[in-house]
């Protein structure tokens, strides 16, 4: 069973989004050819408050896709060699975005933007078949106790309450 997931699925918390895409798979069509890679690690990011998130200090050119609608690419560059592929969550003008760290073998979200050709041409874009990347739910069944949360990574300059949240999400074996 392949299905795709569509903009209603991501009009929902960053929480609880980021949780649910676990067990998804992360479809990228390239030369006619599709790969599809079970997401394992992501992290979420979730509104004005959140003090490691862009949209913190509110909207700026780089991350108003954040304040946009549910189910589009948020797509940036950091450090000034990966992009970093995130997908919008939540009701428009509300900035929350998931951040996909790895799927299949791949960990890291600069190995998986590099190996999938993800660039800054699919920001804004909806996560759909036409623009060449999206989501699919394949019907795998995922079991509560193999979800791990912990800290987000590389986001101390965030203080300590926020650099602590359990908003990153990895489905153990998976």
């Known amino acids: 069973m392949r299905k795709i997931l569509t903009k209603k699925f991501f009009e929902r918390s960053a929480l609880e989004v980021a949780e649910n895409l676990l067990g998804k798979y992360l479809v ?3 030369s006619g050819k599709e790969i599809a890679l079970k997401i394992n690690e992501v992290e979420a990011y979730d509104g004005f408050e959140d003090k490691a998130s862009h949209a913190h200090k509110g909207r ?3 991350n108003k896709v954040m304040f946009g609608e ?3 690419w948020y797509v940036y560059l950091v450090y000034g060699m990966h992009n970093m592929l995130n997908i919008v969550t939540g009701g428009k003008d509300y900035p929350a975005a998931i951040l996909i760290r790895g799927a299949g073998e791949l960990s890291g979200p ?3 933007t590099k190996f999938l050709k993800i660039n800054k041409k699919l920001n804004g874009k909806n996560a759909s ?9 394949r019907g795998d069944v995922i079991d509560n106790k193999k979800i791990k949360r912990s800290a987000r990574v590389g986001v ?3 203080g300590p309450i926020w650099a602590k949240k359990d908003y990153r999400f990895v489905l153990l074996g998976g």
């Open 28 to 30: 990228r069509k390239i």
């Open 60 to 62: 700026t050119e780089r």
């Open 70 to 72: 549910a189910g589009r």
């Open 110 to 112: 600069g190995r998986l």
């Open 129 to 137: 078949v036409e623009t060449g990347l999206w989501f699919e739910d």
């Open 156 to 158: 101390d300059y965030a």
